[in-house]
């Protein structure tokens, strides 16, 4: 069984796959998208009292982070607006879905060894990045 872990401590970027389309199915205007797919992000995940927390840099000014209860519904915030998510531990990954309607993203996190995968899926297409341990 999964648990915060298996997750915590710091990761560092090593590459992305198919994440222009993805970018595209999630309505992310070209220029934005074509700074996010040149970006080399950091991950940081950690447990704050009952919460998790994911900390991703690539802009160390302006860090990007998803604060939540696993189980709970939570609003976060992003580039591009808010959103709601609930956030589960399946199988020994980490997934995060959007919960209004119309919000099918799915982030799903899993740790293998020394890396770590984010898959994410919109609409039907997923983008994948993978992480080292830092």
Not at 103 to 118: F, K, P, S, T, W
Request: glycine content about 8%.
């Amino acid at each position: 069984m999964a648990s915060i872990a298996n997750f915590s401590g710091k990761w560092k970027f090593e590459r992305h796959e198919n994440s222009e389309a993805l970018f595209a199915a999630m309505g992310i205007p070209e220029q934005a998208a074509k700074v996010m797919v040149a970006a080399r992000p950091t991950l940081e995940i950690y447990e704050e009292g009952s919460f998790w927390v994911l900390k991703e840099t690539a802009d160390p000014t302006r860090p990007h982070f998803e604060k939540f209860k696993l189980g709970e519904a939570t609003e976060i915030t992003t580039m591009f607006g808010k959103r709601k998510i609930i956030a589960s531990l399946e199988g020994g990954q980490l997934i995060t879905r959007g919960t209004a309607a119309g919000d099918d993203l799915v982030a799903i996190r899993e740790v293998n060894g020394d890396q770590l995968v984010a898959r994410v899926t919109k609409s039907g297409v997923t983008g994948i990045c993978y992480f080292s341990k830092a």
